[in-house]
Nanobody, 124 residues
């Protein structure tokens, strides 16, 4: 099991940027694939970005590709989600998730460990 703690959420105006961070502890971070998911009120949880354990493969939700960038720093045990040109529809709780030796999967059920989430609110 790996413990995940998200940070970096907040309130931002439309067009602004945020960088979310997810700090992992408990296991060998470099062995884990990581994903960023979000869930808005009344909506299903969806994957916005994921990165494989090797860092070679990435996945982006179609609507976010070009605005969001996922990256990982194995020395810092941290995965990041850079979000640019934010829109009100990006408002959600954003969760970090991990699975050992996974690929850049977008299916939530594949992930074994989850953080508690960080709120992102984009005002119009």
């Amino acid at each position: 099991q790996v413990d995940l703690v998200e940070s970096g959420g907040g309130l931002v105006q439309a067009g602004g940027s945020l960088r979310l961070s997810c700090l992992a502890s408990g296991r060998t971070f470099s062995d884990y694939a990581l994903g960023w998911f979000r869930q808005a009120p009344g909506k299903e949880r969806e994957c916005v970005a994921a990165i494989s354990w090797s860092g070679i493969n990435t996945y982006y939700l179609d609507s976010e590709e070009g605005r969001f960038t996922i990256s990982r720093d194995n020395d810092e045990n941290t995965v990041y989600l850079q979000m640019n040109n934010l829109k009100p529809e990006d408002t959600a709780v954003y969760y970090c998730a991990a699975v050992a030796f996974g690929s850049a999967w977008f299916d939530a059920w594949r992930y074994t460990d989850w953080g508690r989430g960080t709120q992102v609110t984009v005002s119009s």
